[in-house]
């Protein structure tokens, strides 16, 4: 089973930037699509970017051009770099994987890591 541990939230203002990682325990990004969601209190789980095993990203409008997805697959390292943070961006961030096609829809991933908090406020 495959194991993923993200990193790299905390509490920033408004307009600020932050870093999440998303740590892979073995080689899986060849063939999977990676992806980053998020979750507010009271919301549901809301899919915020993916990239594909070609390099492909998709971003929900909400954080297109705010947001950069990537990975560095010889480090099984995925990334979620976060600019011009807003509190509407508060949530727990979690990465996940699923075999073949991406879609940001949280119930065709079936690995989850266990969250990271991200706090946007003054």
């Known amino acids: 089973q495959v194991h993923l541990v993200e990193s790299g939230g905390g509490s920033v203002q408004p307009g600020g930037s932050l870093r999440l990682s998303c740590a892979a325990s073995e080689y899986i990004y060849s063939s999977r699509c990676m992806a980053w969601f998020r979750q507010a209190p009271g919301r549901e789980r809301e899919g915020v970017a993916s990239?594909?095993?070609?390099?492909?990203?998709t971003y929900i409008d909400s954080v297109e051009g705010r947001f950069t997805i990537s990975k560095d697959n010889a480090k099984r390292v995925l990334t979620l770099q976060m600019s011009s943070l807003n509190p509407e961006d508060t949530a727990v961030y979690y990465c996940?994987?699923?075999?073949?096609?991406?879609?940001?829809?949280?119930?065709?991933?079936?690995?989850w890591g266990q969250g990271t908090q991200v706090t946007v406020s003054s």
């Open positions: 990239i594909d095993e070609l390099g492909r990203t």
């Open positions: 996940a994987t699923r075999a073949g096609a991406c879609y940001l829809a949280a119930d065709w991933y079936n690995i």
